[in-house]
């Protein structure tokens, strides 16, 4: 299956949240959907999903539109929003099963459903549980139960690792890339970027309601390999090593990531080479310097500039 989003306008007001956003994505790939809070990521989905309506533009699943065939469309899409309601004295198990029922599973069917997408998510054993009294974690694999008890072809995810533990954002993303294997189209939204990275086959970078850059992976960091990127590590004091750095030549946008500096160096091999002896002379102690593949990360902080409408 192809998933089309054509010419997407949403207007709230005086407010364009979206603004000709177009992009596509198939079967079998995950999506990564960047952008700063405010960019437009939740209004695009929630209209992927049926839950919203477009100002123009629309949305195909395959010959489907969302527009113009919501009722159809809602049956092939599972969507998961960034926070899941805590129904008030409402179980694991009676939360799947409602939403089983409302996509017109019965009896036998609707029982083998429910007890699949609690087996594969994890979550047989609090299925007698009250939503209201989990963690944000186990809330977040019962949503994805939810989502996916209709066997939908295509899971759109708003945030679903905000909040997570380590431990829950890696069962997360090994789940993903399973749904992926089985031929599902996933289109997840994050702001751990670095975790994007490893599991998608493309990505979707928006800013202030306007497409920046989308396409597959490959084709994004082809693009912007101008630029070679470094990572550094020293021992040296970091506000004294972070002056120094932005008074070299060919380096563009150091910054400091956890305990080390990444920053861009212009043109050949050799311009690294001389930042390096620069450093040493300066007496600063290096104690690791290496170059890194550019990641989404990289080119959001590249190409985006933390605006919003």
Not at 181 to 191: E, V
Request: aromatic residues 6%; hydrophobic residues 40%.
């Amino acid at each position: 299956m192809k998933i089309i989003v054509e010419n997407l306008r949403r207007e709230f007001g005086q407010t364009i949240a979206v603004n000709d956003v177009s992009f596509q994505f198939e079967s079998g790939q995950i999506f990564g959907f960047v952008g700063p809070n405010g960019a437009g990521k939740t209004t695009t989905m929630r209209i992927m999903a049926t839950l919203d309506e477009p100002t123009s533009g629309d949305v195909r699943l395959d010959n489907i539109s969302v527009v113009e065939e919501p009722e159809r469309a809602r049956h092939l899409v599972g969507f998961v929003p960034d926070e899941l309601r805590a129904y008030w004295d409402t179980t694991v198990d009676d939360y799947i099963d409602f939403f089983a029922r409302a996509y017109g599973l019965k009896g036998e069917e609707r029982e083998q459903a429910v007890n699949s997408v609690e087996e594969f998510t994890n979550v047989t054993g609090i299925a007698n549980k009250q939503l209201r009294a989990l963690s944000k974690g186990m809330k977040q694999r019962v949503s994805l139960a939810r989502a996916l008890v209709s066997d939908p072809e295509i899971l759109i995810l708003d945030e679903p690792a905000a909040g997570l533990d380590p431990r829950a954002r890696i069962e997360l993303r090994e789940l993903l890339s399973l749904l992926a294997d089985q031929g599902k189209a996933i289109f997840i939204s994050s702001h751990i970027l670095a975790e994007l990275t490893e599991i998608c086959h493309g990505a979707v970078i928006i800013e202030q309601g306007k497409i920046l850059e989308a396409g597959q992976t490959e084709e994004i960091v082809s693009k912007r390999e101008q630029k070679l990127t470094y990572a550094l590590r020293s021992m040296s004091d970091p506000d004294h090593l972070l002056r120094d750095l932005l008074q070299m030549p060919h380096i563009d946008q150091p910054r400091q990531a956890g305990n080390e500096f990444l920053f861009e160096v212009g043109g050949a091999e050799e311009n690294a080479f001389e930042i390096l002896n620069l450093l040493i002379q300066k007496d600063h102690r290096i104690v690791e310097f290496r170059q890194t593949k550019t990641n989404l990360e990289d080119i959001f902080m590249d190409i985006t500039e933390g605006k919003v409408q």
